[in-house]
């Protein structure tokens, strides 16, 4: 048996509006499904996405879903997103990310020996990058 560990992100109505941008920034492909696709038509949570999922060419899978009413919705408090690696595509991906978002740590060398950064996303979630440097 093979077990995973992903992020599964809360969002407050705009889950499938994130996970489009994400799906910009790493690619791959996206499944959405809303609470009126599972047969809640009637529901007051009928337009919010019920689950989301994207698997990225580089092995990546990232989940998100808009947290239904009475749920306490606390954007990016309670994890980081983080990236590590030695690919230079990372850089890319930060950049990416940071569009409209706020760069909290530069994307810079750290006293650890690698390049390292932090941004809050403009859908208000930390994501931390690590580039391993030879």
Do not use: C
């Amino acid at each position: 048996m093979v077990s995973r560990l992903n992020p599964y992100i809360s969002f407050d109505g705009n889950a499938r509006q994130a996970m489009e941008f994400y799906r910009e920034v790493f690619g791959g492909e996206l499944e959405v499904s809303t609470a009126a696709d599972t047969g809640s038509a009637d529901s007051p949570d009928a337009d919010k996405v019920l689950h989301a999922q994207l698997d990225t060419p580089d092995g990546y899978t990232v989940m998100a879903w808009d947290v239904p009413e009475g749920v306490p919705y606390r954007p990016g408090t309670d994890v980081a997103v983080y990236l590590g690696g030695d690919d230079g595509e990372l850089r890319v991906r930060f950049e990416r990310l940071s569009v409209g978002g706020t760069v909290t740590m530069p994307l810079e060398k750290q006293a650890w020996g690698d390049e390292a950064g932090a941004l809050v996303d403009r859908f208000g979630i930390t994501w931390m990058v690590n580039i391993t440097q030879a």
